[in-house]
């Protein structure tokens, strides 16, 4: 299991022409938990913009593959579904959309596209009523409006929700730590623990070290003006953590 | 000069007395002012008064409202007034009688009349812009134009003190008069207006104000219409917002017996932040109408509406509210609110607030309610131990304020909410 | 309805290009001659062999009609219609009154059950046993009722459900006490029209007390060319009576414009409750805005008895051009009135549509939630008016009107008249106007939904309060609806 699954190559990309990644190259491994670690405005969120293809982020060079193909090309609903998933640092509110109907659609819509049967109602309820017991969601929570009037907590909750009923083959958090005080923070971190396998890689995006407490990485990278400057262990964090990201950003400038 | 046959809308005793006003006018100057009056009398001339069938003019038929016309104004009528402090600007019987015996550095106050002399010369084009030009009362106003005053703030400059225009009239017969204003304020320049109307005889009032805001310049309008208002009163406000600026505008109307109060507002530049809002005390038979455009031509502009109707007696209200977004003009954020207390078993309101949006990426909405006090409050107070009528007073305030607080001026807001309590009192 | 499981499966990938209802059946038809006059009112009238005073109240609307002018205040435009170059009536050849449907030209059925209404009880019974529902279905097919199912079994609980121009023989007292008394023959140029050239359409009367069993159901077909369609539906709900009430329309496609000009009356008295519920898929012209039906519609509810009830509510999404507000008279103290619509517009496709809530009674109440969808290079107009009258003491109406945008090359506007001419009503009213955000799209299409499927999703949750308004089996078939007509608006 060398072989790895996530692989950015050299990656510029730019927003509204100006760019922000400047040749981020990073790999992850399946069965890999990598942390991004990096100050604000360093480039985080747009990586993950990039990596799961929302429009108004360019990519000018270089390459994102998953399972050695490159995504760069497809659409976002056809990058999820080959397994790719993102979540939000700020989920969306839809009105009148219920939570339930929005997972259920989701959810056949990535088996259609598999060429995999879709669910019927009843197995979908089981499959959903097991995941939001485990991760303490209400079921009347699922029957309001996507988000809508959630607290942070709550919107945390139910991106992990959605990755465990999603299965994706490779998650990416993006400061999912953001908002939450620290029992939401440790179930939001036990949701995703449990998602770890053998055959699914995570980039766990992150300014501070605290949600890897939680979440322990294989692999850390510093995230720096656009470029990672330098990986290491998880021991890496904990040196950012004491010595804060001023060495980094006096690097790159 | 041949005459023309009469065209098929001038019908009424009015209309037609309109429109001899319109024959008799003295000789039109040449240069861009006289086209643009003549431009003008030929929409009057093809129109007449508006009635139920225009749409914009539904609620207030003004061709049976408006049995006859009153003779013009006499320009040698005009009485000459005293001085007074501060920035005052007198017009009386549509002549501009009195200016400021001294204005600061930087702001410029011209009779209309002068300005005209010459063939209107530069303010032709602003003095009659295309803005609200195919309604035909105010292209009444354009036609018959003779007098008013222009004010000139030049670029960056900040007028500390308000500048107040005041339209009346002097005893005597009925009459009727057309005055018009304008107001150019130049780049980043600042002012505070108040236009204040009353008179001493019975009037026909069809008046116009034009403001042209250049990129940045902050402008804050307020119109007061109060015990000696004139008894019927055509008030036309024609603004092209630039990039940048903003213009606040707020009217107080209380008195007169019929009162159309119609904004046309051109969002011009990028940017730009428009704020109209209004407390209406209607009694007796009154009625006055609000009429609002707003058009959203260029993107990132901001519009903000809220009127008050405060109705009683046998009085109705009119509030009608267009917001326009052009295609292309995206990210406009417009919201328009009415409310509507009726006190009255008598008292009537109509609504029509309308979008009408070209543009995708917009966030707008509008919100329009009529009622009558809310029980539960007044419950609550009069548990505190306020008699009832004391009680309903608090809260009638409480709603009118609302729309006060936003006036910037403080001693305007003072004198706006000092009108209120007088017209509150006159209930009891 | 069966109309729902070929509505799901069938229409795929299709853009308003692509109507599916589009064909057209060759039958055999009976026509009156081209074009308007004294003549072709009484040709239709003694096709019907009608008694002389419908034949004289039709000659009456006609001579007033010839007086009137064509309303121009709404916000739609199209070339002037020539009157004289349509035909006003048009009737399969083996009808008039085929004793069964064994009298009916099979040709006829087999348009039918294309069109996923079966008409056979036996077939119905057997078609939607698991939804355990049943609908009665009247059938009218350009200018006349063809068939009319489940009759016997309505007619057990006093309910009469029967084409118009058999209510008019065999119940001519409440044809004529009800007739034009919602509608006068005067009220405006189209229901003018129509009283002169009505063709057919629905008659319903529930009696005193009688909760109807089923749904009753009227299934609109315009087939011929250059044929106006002028149905004309009745339905009197008497005391403490309930009826739910559904209305479906198609043509085919063709180059030129239909017109469809139809009159609906409503009538309840004391208690009794009427729910008219539709969904119009009337051919919506190409994407260039050739051909397409001209929905002229005059619909009106009278709450004449008090604590009635009135409620409509309607899914748009064909026609070319829409010209309809169904309203309600509250006319009975604490009546009610309802509006739920939902109207999207895609391709050149106009609509200008709305509601009059007008109270006249005291403590009367009325609710009005209008959606408009704009896409393509259509034009979406709400035009609502809320009238208190000044003995409405206690009147309460709550207005939601909320547009959508999907693209900048259309247009919403949102005109609203209130009214209130006493001081103990409570109005609220408010609108917005909005777009799908990138934002919204973006993270439905990170879940694996496609571009179209994320906008239906949010469209869905846009027009949600309206769908919960219509019964089963049509709000199935109006969610696939709006997926198929905002089909080709993302770009």
């Not at chain 2, 049995?67 to 017009?91: D, F, N, Q, T, Y």
């Not at chain 2, 603004?239 to 600026?245: E, K, N, V």
Request: charged share 25%; net charge neutral; with cysteine.
């Amino acid at each position: 299991m060398n072989k790895s699954m996530l692989e950015i190559r050299n990656l510029h990309a730019s927003v509204g022409g100006k760019e922000i990644l400047k040749g981020l190259t990073l790999s992850v491994k399946a069965g890999e938990v990598a942390a991004v670690m990096g100050p604000n405005g360093s480039g985080k969120s747009t990586l993950s913009y990039v990596i799961a293809g929302r429009a108004g982020y360019e990519v000018t060079q270089g390459d994102v593959l998953l399972d050695g193909e490159s995504v760069l090309a497809m659409a976002p609903n056809e990058r999820a579904a080959k397994g790719l998933f993102l979540a939000f640092q700020y989920p969306l509110e839809i009105p009148g959309v219920t939570t339930h109907t929005f997972l259920r659609t989701a959810m056949n819509a990535q088996r259609r596209a598999r060429g995999e049967a879709e669910l019927t109602t009843a197995d979908f309820m089981k499959v959903m009523n097991a995941a939001s017991g485990k991760l303490g969601i209400a079921r009347d929570m699922l029957r309001r409006g996507l988000n809508v009037g959630f607290s942070g907590g709550e919107k945390k909750r139910l991106e992990v929700l959605q990755m465990a009923l999603l299965e994706p083959r490779f998650g990416i958090l993006d400061e999912t730590d953001s908002g939450l005080d620290i029992d939401a923070l440790r179930i939001v971190a036990e949701g995703v623990n449990a998602l770890r396998t053998k055959e699914r890689g995570f980039l766990v995006i992150t300014h501070y070290q605290r949600l890897l407490d939680h979440i322990v990485p294989d692999s850390v990278h510093v995230l720096s003006a656009g470029r990672i400057v330098k990986s290491g262990g998880k021991e890496l964090a904990h040196e950012l953590e004491k010595n804060g990201y001023r060495d980094y950003v006096a690097d790159a400038a | 000069m041949t005459v023309a046959a009469r065209p098929a809308q001038i019908r009424t005793e009015a209309e037609t007395a309109l429109a001899g006003f319109l024959a008799a006018r003295p000789e039109v100057q040449n240069g861009p002012a006289g086209e643009a009056q003549r431009k003008a009398a030929g929409v009057f001339a093809l129109k007449g008064l508006p009635h139920r069938r225009v749409e914009a003019w539904h609620y207030t038929d003004l061709r049976s409202l408006m049995r006859e016309a009153w003779p013009l104004a006499a320009a040698s009528a005009s009485a000459k007034a005293p001085a007074r402090e501060g920035l005052r600007v007198m017009i009386i019987d549509g002549v501009c009688a009195v200016l400021p015996a001294s204005s600061p550095p930087g702001i410029k106050f011209t009779a209309l009349r002068d300005a005209m002399a010459s063939g209107g010369g530069t303010f032709a084009a602003q003095l009659f812009p295309d803005i609200g030009a195919d309604d035909s009362p105010a292209a009444l106003n354009a036609a018959l134009a003779r007098d008013g005053v222009v004010i000139e703030i030049a670029a960056g400059v900040k007028a500390d003190a308000p500048i107040e225009i005041h339209f009346t009239t002097s005893a005597g017969a009925p009459r009727s008069e057309y005055p018009r204003c304008l107001v150019i304020a130049g780049a980043g320049s600042s002012l505070t207006l108040s236009e204040t109307h009353a008179s001493a005889a019975r009037v026909q009032r069809n008046s116009a104000l034009v403001c042209w805001l250049s990129e940045g310049a902050q402008v804050e309008h307020v119109f007061h219409t109060g015990d000696a208002a004139p008894e019927q009163h055509i008030a036309t406000l024609l603004g092209d917002i630039g990039a940048g600026a903003g213009f606040q505008s707020f009217a107080l109307v209380a008195g007169g017996s019929l009162l159309r109060r119609q904004c046309f507002i051109r969002q011009s530049g990028e940017r730009a932040k428009i704020g109209l809002r209004g407390v209406s005390l209607l009694k007796g038979k009154q009625h006055a109408d609000t009429t609002l455009v707003i058009d959203h031509a260029v993107p990132r502009g901001e519009s903000r509406e809220l009127f008050k109707h405060i109705i009683t007696g046998s009085a109705s209200g009119v509030f009608q509210g267009k917001v326009l977004v052009r295609p292309h003009a995206q990210k406009t954020d417009g919201g328009m609110k009415s409310q509507t207390l009726l006190l009255s078993g008598e008292a009537a309101m109509s609504n029509k607030p309308e979008l009408e949006i070209f543009a995708d990426d917009v966030v707008c909405g509008h919100g329009a309610t009529v009622g009558q006090l809310d029980t539960d409050q007044l419950f609550y107070l009069m548990t505190r131990g306020l008699p009832k009528a004391q009680a309903e007073g608090l809260l009638i305030e409480a709603f009118a304020r609302e729309a006060i607080e936003f006036v910037g001026n403080g001693d305007l807001r003072e004198s706006c909410a000092a009108a209120l309590t007088r017209w509150l009192e006159t209930l009891n | 309805m069966a109309a729902v499981q070929e509505t799901v499966d069938r229409v795929k990938s299709v853009d308003v290009d692509a109507y599916k209802y589009g064909f057209v059946t060759d039958i055999a038809s009976d026509k009156a001659p081209k074009g308007l006059n004294d003549d072709t009112v009484r040709f239709i009238s003694a096709k019907k062999n009608e008694p002389l005073w419908l034949t004289e109240w039709r000659l009456d609307a006609y001579k007033r009609w010839l007086t009137m002018r064509e309303p121009d205040w709404a916000k739609v435009h199209y070339p002037k219609i020539d009157y004289q170059d349509l035909y006003y009536y048009s009737a399969p050849k083996s009808t008039p009154g085929p004793k069964s449907l064994d009298e009916v030209d099979p040709e006829l059925l087999r348009v039918y059950e294309k069109l996923g209404i079966p008409l056979r009880e036996r077939e119905i019974l057997l078609g939607v046993e698991g939804a355990g529902t049943r609908v009665a279905v009247d059938a009218v097919f350009d200018s006349v009722s063809v068939a009319t199912t489940f009759k016997a079994e309505l007619a057990k609980s006093g309910v009469i459900f029967c084409p118009i121009s058999e209510a008019v023989h065999s119940h001519p007292e409440l044809v004529k006490k009800y007739m034009g008394s919602v509608v006068p023959v005067t009220d405006n140029y189209f229901a003018t029209l129509n009283s002169a050239v009505f063709s057919d359409g629905s008659f319903v009367y529930i009696p005193p007390g009688v909760r109807c069993p089923m749904e009753l159901s009227t299934y609109f077909r315009i087939n011929e060319q250059n044929t106006g369609q002028f149905e004309r539906t009745l339905i009197i709900a008497d005391k403490g009576s309930y009826v739910s009430y559904l209305e479906g329309c198609t043509a085919p496609k063709r180059d030129e414009n239909q017109l469809h000009a139809a009159v609906v009356e409503l009538i309840a008295l004391d208690d009794a409750e009427i729910k008219y519920s539709t969904v119009q898929n009337w051919y919506p012209g190409d994407k260039d805005g050739k051909g397409g039906i001209y929905n002229f519609v005059t619909k009106r509810g009278d709450c004449r008895g008090a604590r009635s009830k009135i409620s409509w509510t309607q899914v748009e999404t064909g026609s070319a051009i829409t010209w309809k507000y169904p309203s309600c008279i509250l006319r009975g103290d604490s009546s009610r009135g309802e509006f739920y619509s939902i109207a999207i517009s895609n391709g050149r496709q106009q609509v200008d549509s709305g509601t009059k809530m007008l109270h006249l009674g005291k403590n009367t109440s009325s609710r009005v939630i209008s959606k408009g969808i704009a896409a393509g290079r259509s034009d979406n107009t709400y035009r609502g008016q809320i009238f208190a009258h000044r003995k409405a003491s206690g009147a309460r109406n709550f207005t939601n009107c909320d547009s959508l945008l999907i693209g900048d090359t259309c247009g919403a506007h949102t005109v609203p008249y209130i009214e209130a001419r006493n001081p103990s009503v409570m109005f609220e009213h408010e609108a917005t106007t909005s777009k799908i955000s990138e934002d919204q799209l973006f993270y439905c299409m990170q879940r694996g939904l496609s571009g179209e499927e994320a906008t239906a999703l949010i469209v869905n949750g846009f027009v949600r309060d309206v769908l919960q308004q219509l019964p089963m089996e049509f709000a199935v078939e109006a969610q696939k609806l709006i997926a198929v007509s905002l089909e080709g608006s993302v770009g």
